[in-house]
């Protein structure tokens, strides 16, 4: 672990704590349900905590290539992580110790792109590029509903504010609610912004989704590609009325060198926050009240952000970004001469009102 | 011992003899030295009026000649009616035209183009510029803007860089060597040249340090700069790795001098960081390189030059390929190369006497046919083939059918430039790719076959030559006009015959089909 | 007008040889010696050259290190040949590995597109100061078309085609490439609406009549390469049914996949069977700097669909024997991930695919480290594939030898040697 200088913030919104370097890339992070923990998901396939003195736990070394997908219990001190070769655990967290509820390794035979723990806690719900979408028992992993997700590759999913519908979104432009007691689909939403079929590259993909803590609104994440390879995009956020099924309205940047959205959270009934990664060297952190159509607050100095994770009641934020000089062609020696591999800073941030 | 005396005596008396009859004019001269050289070799005959005039309209006004012109021509008694077509021809505007696109082709090779070049060149060739004064005019480049005249092209194109390739100032270097030196030295940038003992490294050094710090300010306008050069280069071979250093040299001349200015006084204009203005320095490598190549001190300027004009008018060098000149790759024709230099130099580099004089020799005149077999080419005793370019072409396929509308005396039509660069795409090379090989492509022939705007002028509409052809009577009198029109000829007997099968064949499009072959020939599509 | 020099450079390695001067006209380049021309002259053996431009990842693909620091989020998974494994983005490509060779130990020089892909493509010889020409226009060069008369060296590639006379390089536009944009008939291909089939029959043979007239009293070869390049045209015209869509079977569509690498590769094995002598084939798009995951998730699943219908086809038609396959890029993709989670340029240690005519089949030679981060005993330049592919195809690469206007020209890096191992 190093420590970092602390980062030039712009006056506003946010106040940077601390910042924590992971030895490794991460992909996901959550808080855990009172704010204590935030659980990481990281490309060495670890899952690592940081508690509320920015302490980092023993990893947890259960997973195979990247743990790419972390969820946290609204309900208790427990979690699911997801990883890229289809495994799928659950784990609790009692006095500060890291418990494994139930390991299985082969719940996708394929990269889990996302997990989402239902409302209740009762079920972890998983997708991934088996293009499968599963339903797990969180008390004892058993596989309680399955359907397949033939017509693109799943990219993001989310449990309904009442539980009874899942929303899966995709590479190709729409997002599908699904009835989870029966894999019936029920709604379709658009997203093609998201899409674009570049030669022969698929590109873009919703990538993430969230819910307004008071059910009525829907928001998603991804870019407007305008190029595959490198990949440049806009980003992009969508907002629906969940209720009547219509967007409300589409937020999108200015710079195609801004990329994706990976992440988004809400605040609250009227905020959302959401960061990016583009280019190497691009990331933001961004604050946009749903009633307006660009962000009010930006933060551009973290670069490439795939995670943002809201805690302590909407006070707290923790976002997970890349090292700078992340990018360069041929072989990038540093100071010592060794190819070393890039890594995670997590700004951990206090929001001001 | 006395044999070798006896011999070398023989050799100098034919060399005096050829070349201290002041009486005689240089084409006689040409043809002596040509016509010795050829000793007990079959010569092809000197080429009828048809022949000559063909070759000679495409070579110097750069299309085939008019039906008119044909009759004009062979009505024409008078005494040197060749000589005088081709002094006429040279001091037209269209002969003027025809040697500009030539020198573009041949000194760019289709790097670009640029209107206020070939203005430029046109107005040159009209006027008659010296050559040593074009050459320096070119070398300069456009340095302020009130320099008026395109000829900053040549430099100011090849400073432009190619997407995320930096700017070749090798290939600059190189191109003047080859195109102003007749010596390609681009296997000299590293070493001495593995080859050739005589292309040495600090000739290409030489040469590279004139441009190395040259720019382009800016490629719309021609204009380029030169950031300040105080020292020589540096440079080593990659077999040696000595140090050697070298200032702006022409090879075979002496180093021009840096001058050594005290510190805050090398500039004309200093430089202004804040409006990134390089400043202009007070010494201009460009400048030096226009004074002194092109100079009488140095032999290869003039046989460079010289070596190009025989081949435009002759299809081949006396010295080939025409970049390599050294003592390894003698000319065909030594002697008269070097007396051919030397007049040029002593007629003040004057480029159209020189390509009358060539032209008015029997060498440029004779048949390209033999009924013997042909000898090797570089003794030049027949008339050799040439390729055509894209414009001689299209000038050539207007005038077959009929399409080329004279409406002002004196001056060539122009062409639609839709159809010019569809003929560009068809015959012309890419982009640094010498035209000086014939070499007919498969999008040439499909072009022929195939493409509508060709097959368009085969139409028989007013005044088109199948539209006339579709008016005569009789078949056999049709099928000279075709030929006439088309191969600057008439057809044998037994071309005759088997163009009166095809008619009878291709029934309702007997003559599109007929002018359409005619024209796809090899003998349409080729100088000889 | 003879003239001999010796070049005794040891430094350039050139054993002794006579430059010549050429009486008459040579060409840009012709072969060094007439004996040589004959001998190597093979009139069977064909090459379907898949360039993937802008660097396929090797660790999506052919040298796969799942589950280590640089490895990715994918698997690795085995193949139908006991010991080799490759990525799990390539599942019906690993039913052929039974058929393949692959190198795993390349490393070049060059980590930039635009200089990069023209070293590969030409092979990086020793620097002469002349451009040497890309693989294509060498095949066509020293193996000539086949005997069918088809053109020897076509491009199948998205947008435009045309004719690609840069590919030659010192050796002249005749050994350019024909692009087919699209997959697409040349322009002026198809004969002209006006003009019946019985018309053109005519007219050709007309015009082929008066070049004999022509030639009479007059050096025959620029008229018999006019001739020569008709009767191309025509080959060419009579195979118009490769380019109708029509001729394509739902059936194979589907097989190959609708995007343009399947329809390409199709049409490509089509040329082969036509008498085409090299086939290349392009997908653009690969340079995944960004997103490079899911990138390849997308790019790699249809290659290797594309790719698997191929080599059944190829080797249901018994084709193998005589094609030799190739797939490239201009180089590899960094075991670093940046922060867009993309992989960058990679020259350091990567692979090439091959199979079919002169290869070992179900090998893999050479190896990188653990994590991918370096080659693993002996590396070898793109030079090495040049040798390799000439000695596959039957050439003598140590020793053949261009004829650049006098100045002989070696085929390949004379430092670099074939990968022996993979050879037959």
């Given at each position: 672990m190093f420590l970092q200088k602390k980062a030039d913030q712009p006056a506003g919104k946010t106040k940077l704590i601390k910042t924590v370097n992971l030895p490794s890339q991460a992909n996901a992070a959550r808080f855990s349900k009172d704010g204590r923990f935030l659980v990481l998901g990281c490309m060495d396939g670890q899952i690592r905590l940081l508690n509320d003195s920015y302490e980092e736990l023993p990893p947890i070394a259960l997973h195979h290539g990247w743990v790419q997908t972390i969820d946290c219990s609204s309900k208790d001190e427990s979690f699911a992580s997801g990883d890229s070769w289809g495994g799928l655990a659950y784990h609790k967290i009692q006095q500060g110790n890291i418990q494994k509820v139930w390991h299985d390794p082969k719940a996708h035979s394929g990269w889990i792109k996302k997990i989402a723990l239902s409302n209740d806690s009762s079920t972890v719900a998983s997708c991934a590029t088996d293009q499968m979408i599963r339903l797990f028992s969180t008390k004892d992993g058993s596989k309680i509903r399955e359907w397949s997700y033939a017509s693109s590759q799943p990219m993001a999913l989310c449990f309904s504010p009442d539980d009874k519908t899942l929303v899966v979104s995709d590479l190709n432009g729409k997002l599908d609610e699904f009835v989870v007691n029966n894999g019936e689909k029920k709604r379709s939403f658009d997203a093609s912004i998201f899409y674009k079929l570049d030669r022969i590259q698929d590109v873009g993909g919703v990538r993430s989704i969230a819910f307004s803590p008071d059910g009525n609104l829907m928001a998603c994440g991804g870019c407007k590609p305008s190029t595959g390879g490198f990949v440049q995009g806009m980003t992009v956020i969508k907002i629906f009325d969940w209720n009547s099924g219509k967007e409300l309205k589409t937020v999108q940047g200015s710079s195609d060198n801004d990329g994706f959205v990976h992440d988004l959270r809400f605040l609250n009934n009227k905020e959302l926050v959401a960061v990016s990664s583009g280019q190497p060297g691009n990331g933001k952190l961004f604050f946009l009240k749903v009633e307006e159509n660009q962000p009010y607050h930006t933060v551009s100095n973290y670069p490439n952000c795939h995670a943002v994770a809201v805690g302590s009641e909407g006070k707290k934020l923790a976002v997970v970004a890349t090292n700078s000089n992340s990018s360069g062609n041929g072989k990038v020696l540093d100071k010592e001469k060794k190819y070393p591999a890039n890594f995670s800073p997590v700004h951990f941030l206090e929001l001001l009102s | 011992m006395r044999f070798i005396y006896f011999y070398s005596s023989v050799c100098m008396i034919i060399f005096f003899s050829a070349s201290l009859n002041a009486k005689e004019a240089l084409h006689e001269l040409i043809d002596r030295h040509v016509e010795q050289k050829a000793k007990g070799l079959a010569v092809a005959a000197v080429a009828d009026d048809l022949e000559f005039l063909r070759r000679a309209s495409l070579d110097f006004l750069g299309r085939i000649p008019t039906l008119q012109e044909q009759k004009d021509f062979l009505a024409d008694k008078s005494a040197d009616k060749r000589g005088a077509w081709i002094d006429k021809a040279l001091a037209s505007k269209s002969g003027a035209k025809r040697l500009a696109d030539f020198f573009h082709i041949h000194f760019m090779e289709r790097l670009g183009d640029n209107p206020q070049w070939r203005e430029y060149l046109e107005n040159s060739f009209f006027e008659n510029k010296p050559w040593n004064v074009m050459a320096s005019e070119i070398l300069?480049?456009?340095?302020?803007?009130?320099?008026?005249?395109?000829?900053g092209f040549f430099i100011s194109k090849r400073l432009e860089n190619y997407g995320q390739n930096p700017v070749d100032y090798s290939g600059l270097a190189r191109d003047v060597g080859r195109l102003f030196l007749g010596k390609d030295l681009r296997c000299a940038e590293c070493h001495d040249h593995l080859f050739v003992e005589e292309y040495k490294q600090q000739d290409f050094k030489g040469l590279f340090a004139f441009f190395e710090n040259t720019y382009l300010k800016d490629a719309k306008t021609m204009l380029v700069a030169e950031k300040l050069t105080s020292k020589k280069l540096e440079y080593a071979s990659v077999f040696k790795k000595e140090k050697k250093e070298t200032g702006p040299r022409v090879p075979g001349l002496m180093e021009v001098s840096i001058p050594d200015f005290p510190k805050g006084q090398e500039y004309l204009v200093p430089p202004d960081p804040k409006k990134k203005f390089q400043g202009v320095p007070k010494f201009s490598p460009l400048e030096e390189l226009s004074k002194t190549l092109p100079d009488s001190a140095n032999t290869s300027f003039s046989r460079n030059m010289v070596n190009r004009v025989w081949f435009f008018v002759m299809g081949r060098g006396l010295v080939h390929p025409l970049d390599l000149h050294h003592a390894g790759n003698p000319a065909s024709h030594p002697e008269l190369l070097d007396m051919l230099a030397k007049v040029f130099e002593a007629h003040k580099y004057d480029v159209r006497w020189l390509i009358s004089e060539l032209a008015k020799s029997k060498t440029y005149q004779r048949s390209s046919r033999m009924d013997q077999k042909l000898p090797a080419k570089e003794f030049f005793v027949y008339g050799l083939e040439k390729r055509l370019s894209a414009e001689q072409l299209l000038a050539s396929i207007l005038v077959a059918t009929g399409r080329w509308n004279k409406d002002k005396p004196g001056e060539e039509p122009s062409f639609p430039e839709a159809l010019l660069q569809k003929y560009m795409k068809a015959f012309a090379n890419a982009a640094r790719e010498p035209e000086d090989e014939i070499a007919f492509s498969l999008q040439a022939a499909l072009f022929l076959l195939n493409d509508s705007t060709v097959l368009k002028l085969l139409e028989p509409d007013e005044g088109s030559l199948v539209a006339q052809l579709e008016k005569i009577q009789d078949e056999r009198k049709a099928i000279e006009l075709a030929w006439l029109s088309t191969l600057i000829r008439k057809p044998s007997e037994y071309e005759v015959r088997f163009a009166l099968e095809v008619l009878k064949k291709a029934k309702d499009s007997k003559y599109k089909v007929l002018v359409w072959g005619l024209l796809a020939s090899s003998e349409f599509n080729l100088n000889h | 007008m003879n003239k001999m020099q010796k070049c005794f450079s040891k430094e350039h390695n050139i054993s002794r040889r006579e430059w010549f001067q050429h009486l008459g006209v040579v060409g840009a380049a012709g072969m060094f010696s007439p004996a040589f021309a004959e001998a190597i002259k093979k009139k069977d053996k064909q090459v379907m050259f898949i360039w993937l431009d802008g660097g396929i990842s090797q660790l999506e693909s052919w040298d796969p290190k799942p589950?280590?620091?640089?490895?990715?989020?994918f698997r690795a998974i085995p193949t139908n040949v006991n010991g080799i494994h490759i990525s799990e983005l390539l599942p019906k490509t690993s039913m052929h590995m039974d058929k393949m060779a692959i190198v795993r130990s390349l490393s070049t020089k060059d980590n930039s597109h635009s200089a990069g892909v023209d070293r590969i493509q030409r092979g990086d010889p020793k620097n002469r100061g002349v451009t040497y020409p890309y693989i294509g226009s060498a095949i066509s060069k020293l193996?000539?078309?086949?005997?069918?008369?088809?053109?020897?060296y076509v491009w199948i590639k998205p947008m435009n085609g045309g004719f690609i006379s840069k590919d030659a390089g010192f050796l002249g536009p005749k050994y350019g490439a024909i692009a087919f944009g699209d997959g697409k008939p040349p322009d002026n291909l198809p004969r002209a609406q006006t003009v019946s089939k019985e018309l053109d029959d005519i007219r050709k043979e007309f015009r082929a009549k008066l070049d004999l007239q022509y030639r009479k009293g007059r050096m025959p070869e620029n008229s018999e390469a006019a001739t020569a390049v008709f009767d191309m045209a025509d080959k060419l015209q009579q195979r118009l049914d490769l380019f109708d869509p029509a001729n394509v079977s739902a059936k194979d569509a589907e097989r190959y996949g609708t995007w343009d690498l399947g329809r390409h590769l199709y049409l490509g094995r089509r040329m082969l069977e036509a008498g085409v002598r090299f086939v290349k084939v392009t997908s653009y798009g690969w340079d995944t700097h960004g997103d490079n995951f899911n990138g390849h998730l997308s790019l790699v699943s249809k290659f290797d669909k594309s790719f698997a219908a191929l080599m059944d086809d190829l080797h249901d038609r018994k084709m193998l024997d005589n094609v030799l396959v190739i797939v490239l890029s201009e180089f590899g993709r960094t075991p670093r991930i940046n922060g867009h989670h993309g992989r960058d340029h990679w020259p350091e240690a990567w692979s090439c695919a091959m199979a079919g005519c002169g290869l070992k089949k179900g090998i893999v030679s050479g190896k990188t480290n653990a994590l991918g981060t370096e080659v693993e005993g002996k590396s070898h330049d793109i030079g090495s594939m040049f040798h390799t592919w000439f000695s596959a195809l039957g050439l003598d690469s140590a020793s053949l030898e261009y004829d650049n206007q006098g100045q002989p020209l070696p085929v390949a890096h004379e430092d670099e040697k074939a990968v022996t191992e993979v050879l037959a």
């Open positions: - | 300069k480049g456009k340095r302020s803007e009130e320099q008026k005249s395109g000829a | 589950n280590t620091t640089f490895g990715g989020p193996m000539g078309p086949c005997e069918e008369g088809m053109p020897p």
